[in-house]
């Protein structure tokens, strides 16, 4: 079936590792997205893409790589993982401007011991 | 700079009580707003979106959102709450500035609904 799917749907790494989270979707949308989601904090948008081998700056991008090489995978790299870092890591896609609907993976749960 | 406010963080309802979720904006020129809903371990699911035209935007699950401009707001409702509800409500703009769009979220707002 189509859809965005994430990977993996947790994970427990610790302190000062490179960690990746897989997103891959099928629609071939253009857009892409990483937000992280924290009690007290709602969504914050980590990285975004516009199209392969184009990305850019969310409000939160300290510590996160992405990368684009092809249409329908993002990953998303901790390059030294800290506890700070530790969330619920959400991928998400949309083919439109600023008028069509993101379309989300189901997340990925990050614990950074 | 566009921001939606969720003014609630919990709402609390009783099965087959009308439901309402609040939501207010702050965005320059015309609106656009999003719902959306998020159950327990999953992602973020489009509910509907006030683009132009009618007030009242009919959405998945039977939920409708009222927009007014005069109020700034942008209300979710549902005439008959069901307990299967009960998840958590996003309310969001877009960035008009930028052709990508990129979402502006509120906190959340967690429906529950008891039967």
């Known amino acids: 079936d189509a859809g965005i799917t994430q990977s993996p749907r947790y994970k427990i790494t610790e302190t000062g590792r490179q960690v990746t989270l897989m997103c891959h979707q099928t629609w071939s949308h253009s857009y892409m997205f990483w937000y992280r989601q924290d009690l007290g904090h709602g969504l914050r948008l980590i990285y975004y893409?516009?199209?392969?081998?184009?990305?850019d700056k969310g409000e939160v991008p300290d510590g996160y790589v992405v990368s684009r090489s092809k249409t329908e995978n993002f990953p998303l790299t901790l390059e030294s993982a800290t506890r700070s870092q530790t969330s619920v890591y959400f991928c998400?896609?949309?083919?439109?401007?600023?008028?069509?609907?993101?379309?989300f993976g189901n997340g990925t749960r990050l614990t950074v011991t | 700079a566009q921001s939606v406010a969720q003014p609630e963080d919990q709402v609390n309802v009783a099965e087959g009580n009308p439901l309402t979720v609040k939501c207010t904006y702050s965005?320059?020129?015309?609106?656009?707003l999003f719902w959306y809903v998020q159950y327990p371990n999953r992602g973020l699911q489009f509910l509907l979106k006030y683009i132009t035209g009618d007030n009242l935007v009919k959405g998945s699950y039977g939920f409708e959102a009222e927009f007014n401009k005069s109020q700034t707001s942008f209300h979710l409702k549902k005439p008959s709450a069901l307990v299967s509800d009960s998840a958590l409500y996003f309310c969001a703009a877009p960035d008009r500035g930028s052709t990508l769009g990129r979402l502006y979220f509120g906190r959340g707002t967690q429906l529950t609904v008891w039967p």
């Open positions: 965005v320059s020129g015309n609106p656009y």
């Open positions: 893409s516009a199209a392969a081998d184009i990305t």
């Open positions: 998400a896609s949309k083919q439109g401007g600023f008028n069509s609907p993101l379309h």
